[in-house]
């Protein structure tokens, strides 16, 4: 045996306990975070927020996870940098165009049958696909009796989606996804623009309610025809996965509409009370309370 071969076990136990600790360290910094403002991420997937801790430590030139933990409780408005870390804000109008195509064609139809509409968007981000549906639902001459309910836990996120302005650099690739939707217009048509951005028009933001709402802690709020959650549950654990789809079988309506992620599915559990209306666009119905 060499000398190198010698020291393996004690470089695999110090790397152990080095993994041991640092778990221990963002088991705190996520309870520190839960316990004081009231944000759970302690069920998110491990792997993914380890990773965007590491970036922002580095990012602030910390030498610890503990000395990000007591920036978090100490240093006025610094949570909200960890929120803007955490939480996942990528989105874009009509993204996964054929999701779109199969909501005109197979839900749509369902929903003409209605006195009124009500969807709820959860984990809507800065708002691009409330606006999306918000403008789907116009075409088909809908939004007149819906309500979209587009709500998110990142509070600047809302406030953002709020605003309906987004950059004008992004209108090229929103045009596009647009267009493979299934739109009937030209999309110039729903926004204004100035030198920098594109404005949506007001009337499809006022069938719009954006607010907080955080699906790790908060509860049912409304009973609903169609529930959106897309690209969502693929950061969360099996157990927050569970209460997620506990809340929405709660919050639809029955033969209400369910539309989830290209990535994710029903879970085994809650499969018994839906039926796969479009399997390869993720969009279920339920058919039982």
Aim: charged letters at 25%; one cysteine or more; hydrophobic letters at 40%.
């Amino acid at each position: 045996m060499n000398r190198d071969d010698s020291l393996q076990p004690v470089r695999n136990e110090a790397a152990f306990m080095q993994n041991e600790l640092e778990s221990v360290e963002i088991d705190l910094l996520l309870e520190g975070i839960y316990r004081a403002y009231g944000f759970d991420f302690r069920n998110y997937l491990r792997a993914s927020l380890r990773r965007r801790i590491w970036n922002r430590i580095q990012a602030d030139g910390l030498p610890s996870i503990t000395s990000l933990l007591d920036k978090a409780l100490h240093e006025p408005g610094y949570i909200r940098v960890l929120l803007n870390d955490f939480s996942i804000q990528v989105t874009e109008m009509f993204r996964d165009p054929g999701f779109f195509q199969a909501f005109r064609r197979e839900v749509v139809p369902h929903l003409r049958c209605l006195p009124e509409i009500r969807i709820w968007h959860a984990g809507c981000s800065t708002g691009e696909e409330a606006y999306s549906m918000a403008i789907l639902l116009d075409e088909e001459g809908l939004l007149g009796k819906s309500k979209l309910y587009a709500t998110d836990m990142n509070e600047e996120a809302v406030e953002q989606a709020k605003r309906g302005r987004f950059g004008l650099k992004r209108m090229q690739a929103f045009t596009k996804n647009y267009q493979l939707a299934g739109g009937t217009k030209a999309f110039s048509t729903y926004y204004l623009t100035d030198r920098e951005h594109a404005r949506f028009h007001p009337h499809l933001s006022e069938s719009i309610v954006f607010a907080g709402h955080n699906l790790a802690t908060d509860s049912t709020f409304n009973e609903f025809h169609v529930i959106l959650c897309r690209n969502v549950l693929i950061y969360f654990d099996s157990a927050l996965q569970h209460r997620t789809h506990s809340l929405f079988h709660e919050s639809l309506a029955e033969h209400g509409f369910l539309g989830l992620g290209s990535k994710e599915a029903i879970m085994s559990s809650f499969k018994k009370h839906y039926e796969e209306l479009v399997p390869c666009e993720r969009i279920y119905r339920k058919i039982g309370r």
